[in-house]
Nanobody, 120 residues
Framework: QVQLVESGGGLVQAGGSLRLSCAAS????????MGWYRQAPGKQRELVAV???????RYGDSVKGRFTISRDNAKNTVYLQMNSLKPEDTAVYYC??????????????WGQGTQVTVSS
């Protein structure tokens, strides 16, 4: 079984910063990609940032230049540094990872979500 455990959400004023972490554990043969999505009330879940193994990171248009995704492959952990936060960044942030538990195709796993609230 695979688990993704997130941490680092909270309440911050506009212009502030937060850092999210997500650690994957369990029966992991390999991690194809790790990333972050978010969902605000009444809106669809959207891509924030993704970091594929052996590839370049990719960001949603609304966070480019403000958020930075990074990975520690040795720890199976992905981070999201969020700077210059805006009230519209308020959402539940979900970690996602495409993980191989054996030979075959990867499966997508999701974290439980962490709330980020940005006050104006």
């Amino acid at each position: 079984q695979v688990q993704l455990v997130e941490s680092g959400g909270g309440l911050v004023q506009a212009g502030g910063s937060l850092r999210l972490s997500c650690a994957a554990s369990g029966n992991i043969f390999g991690i194809v990609a790790m990333g972050w999505y978010r969902q605000a009330p009444g809106k669809q879940r959207e891509l924030v940032a993704v970091f594929p193994s052996g590839g370049s990171s990719r960001y949603g248009d609304s966070v480019k230049g403000r958020f930075t995704i990074s990975r520690d492959n040795a720890k199976n952990t992905v981070y999201l540094q969020m700077n210059s936060l805006k009230p519209e960044d308020t959402a539940v942030y979900y970690c996602a990872a495409d993980i191989l538990v054996g030979i075959g195709t990867p499966s997508r796993y999701w974290g439980q979500g962490t709330q980020v609230t940005v006050s104006s």
